[in-house]
């Protein structure tokens, strides 16, 4: 039931302060975290984590290596689920497999459970769909609480997942991020920015073209190739995600009078370079446009976040892109909760 709302995606973006909510609810009980013991045993003893899955949900996961190589120490790799099931790359001597699916169905991470079975390694599903086949067929599964997600775009499944994943590593990890504290005020900054912000005609204004390009450093990289995903599937604009010290070393060359560049800014250490970036786009005639959590903002960005720990940012930033994505389609008039070519969830390797 879509309720209020015009479209699925809308009401699962507006969801998102309410499923981060969940998250803490159903992880903390009272000072106990609910994740079994024997996760932890294994992801303990193992000297490197492979993080597999496709999409957004493989987005999320290049958050969840930052998490584990910040908070844990093990290092972490992220490989595309339909990659792996057929070139296995060469393995530490304790690998632990995390997988991460919104559906628990894709069949791509399917043959990557397959194989690793085969090959006796243990493996932990984060899913959304605690009945699913993936859930059913991993040693472990951790689940999300986002509540069903309709819209093809996936919006609130990676918020979940990302929250998920943080709270993983922070138990695994000798820091003890206060995150109940710190999840809550990301449900805070969601809220109070879909409450404060309308983005519909700065959307209308600057997302005019057939291309466009999100760009950002360290952890906005990842959410930037998220925000990219986002845009082009239901928008049908080409987009990428680049790391921002890379668009010069090539892609620079297409940018023309009007390229929309959207820059992803939420910490201090690269503001600086991220915006030197901005203006060489902006001198070949980019239209750019600069999204920034609030320790770091300048008052001429186009839109401000409340700050959150910096570890969670992901969080946040995705959400004007989720709707950056919604309006530009909204405007071309085309199907937003089940664009072309494309199905929730993909069952064919
Ligand atoms: O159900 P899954 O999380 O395994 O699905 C993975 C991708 O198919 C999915 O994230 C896809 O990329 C979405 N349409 C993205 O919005």
Redesign the pocket.
């Known amino acids: 039931d879509m309720g209020e709302y015009q479209h699925y995606m809308i009401k699962e973006i507006y969801e998102q302060p309410s499923v981060v909510r969940r998250i803490v609810q159903n992880y903390f009980n009272h000072d106990k975290i609910n994740i079994s013991a024997d996760i932890l045993k294994d992801i303990k003893a193992s000297d490197r984590i492979y993080i597999l ?7 999320a996961g290049y958050v969840g290596k930052y998490l584990f190589e910040e908070l844990t120490h093990i290092p972490a790799e992220v490989h595309i ?1 339909s990659e792996f099931a057929y070139h296995t790359p060469l393995l530490t001597a304790k690998p632990f497999f995390l997988m ?7 069949a ?2 399917r043959a990557c459970l397959l194989k690793t079975q085969k090959l006796n390694y243990k493996t932990l599903t984060i ?2 769909v605690k009945t699913s086949t ?1 859930a059913r067929e991993s040693n472990y599964f951790l689940e999300l609480f986002a509540g069903p997600e309709i819209a ?4 609130k ?2 918020v979940a997942q990302v929250a998920v994943l943080s709270i993983l590593c922070n138990t695994l990890s000798d820091q003890n991020i206060d995150l109940i504290k710190e999840l809550t005020k990301v449900a805070l900054s969601i809220e109070n920015f879909l409450a404060t912000q309308d983005i519909s005609s700065l959307v209308h204004d600057k997302i005019t073209k057939r291309n466009c390009f999100y760009i950002g450093r360290t952890i906005d990289y990842y959410t930037s190739l998220e925000a990219a ?2 845009l082009k ?1 239901i928008s049908y604009i080409q987009t990428e995600g680049f790391a921002a010290g890379e668009l010069k070393h090539g892609t620079i060359a297409l940018i023309e009078e009007g390229t929309p560049v959207i820059a992803l800014i939420s910490s201090k250490e690269i503001s600086k370079n991220t915006r030197s970036n901005l203006n060489e786009v902006i001198s070949r005639g980019a239209t750019t446009m600069i999204i920034s959590l609030a320790n770091t903002s300048q008052e001429s960005d186009d839109i401000i976040l409340k700050d959150v720990h910096p570890l969670l940012t992901p969080m946040v930033m995705v959400v004007p892109t989720q709707l950056i994505a919604y309006y530009a389609a909204l405007e071309r008039g085309n199907d937003i909760d089940k ?1 072309r070519n ?1 199905a ?3 069952t064919v390797e």
Do not use: F, R
Request: aromatic fraction near 2%; hydrophobic fraction near 40%.
């Open positions: 899955a496709a999409g957004t949900s493989m987005h689920a991460i699916s919104q559906s628990g169905e894709t791509d991470l899913t959304n993936l093809v775009a996936s919006t499944a990676y995903l986002k599937e664009p494309l929730k969830s993909v």
